[in-house]
């Protein structure tokens, strides 16, 4: 299975800052990566897909980019909101794989 | 708008069958990927199957020789069985509904926690 490594795995910012997590695929995938939010008690949320699209209700602050092997998810301006967990998801090989998770805290 | 809604039991002896249904409102049934996945502290998230609504399969083969997804068109119903828990299968699971065109998951269940405890 391809494993997805993504980074940091915890982090912690303020207000208004902009945030990066990245996800490496252990081999390429084309762009067949969706990025998840997920709160505590909550399912994950689709944010991102195909690697750089908005799923539709997403506020335009979140942003994907990347191809192949290594991808990013920015959040331009971070929000008290956004606290959450974050997970990257291959679906270019079975079995889909998701992400370690990268937990952002928003001081 | 659609919603996936999930159920089952939610406490299981080790070697025991988990058995959760899904029922999908409000959206069409052919078109997508209905899919199964788990999340537990020790692995993470986990995807675990998915079936079509012609009945086709696709399944971990870290779960294969114990997992089967089924559907009941008719009810816009897909469940899921999983034998010979462990405690290893402690964990919340999610229906989900995966696009075939954006290989994305949409919508998602509630989710139900499964224990698995002697």
């Known amino acids: 299975a391809i494993q997805m490594t993504q980074s940091p795995s915890s982090l912690s910012a303020s207000v208004g800052d902009r945030v990066t997590i990245t996800c490496r695929a252990s081999q390429g995938i084309r762009n067949d990566l969706g990025w998840y939010q997920q709160k505590p008690g909550k399912a994950p949320k689709l944010l991102i897909y195909a690697a750089s699209s908005l799923q539709g209700g997403v506020p335009s602050r979140f942003s994907g980019s990347g191809s192949d092997t290594d991808f990013t998810l920015t959040i331009s301006s971070l929000q008290p909101e956004d606290s959450a967990t974050y997970y990257c998801?291959?679906?270019?090989?079975?079995?889909?794989?998701f992400g370690q998770g990268t937990k952002v805290e928003v001081k | 708008q659609v919603q996936l809604q999930q159920w089952g039991a939610g406490l299981l002896k080790p070697s025991e069958t988990l058995s959760l249904t899904c029922a999908v409102y409000?959206?069409?049934?052919?078109?997508?990927?209905w899919s199964w996945i788990r999340q537990s502290p020790g692995k993470g998230l986990e995807w675990i199957g998915q079936i079509d609504h012609s009945g086709s399969t696709n399944y971990n083969p870290s779960l294969k020789s114990r997992v089967t997804i089924s559907i009941d068109a008719s009810k816009n119903q897909f469940s899921l069985r999983l034998t010979s828990v462990a405690a290893a299968d402690t964990a919340v699971y999610y229906c989900?509904?995966?696009?075939?065109?954006?290989?994305?998951?949409?919508?998602w269940g509630q989710g139900t926690l499964v224990t698995v405890s002697s």
């Open positions: 998801l291959q679906d270019y090989i079975y079995p889909p794989t």
């Open positions: 989900a509904r995966k696009t075939t065109v954006t290989k994305s998951f949409q919508s």
């Open positions: 409000g959206g069409s049934f052919s078109g997508y990927y």
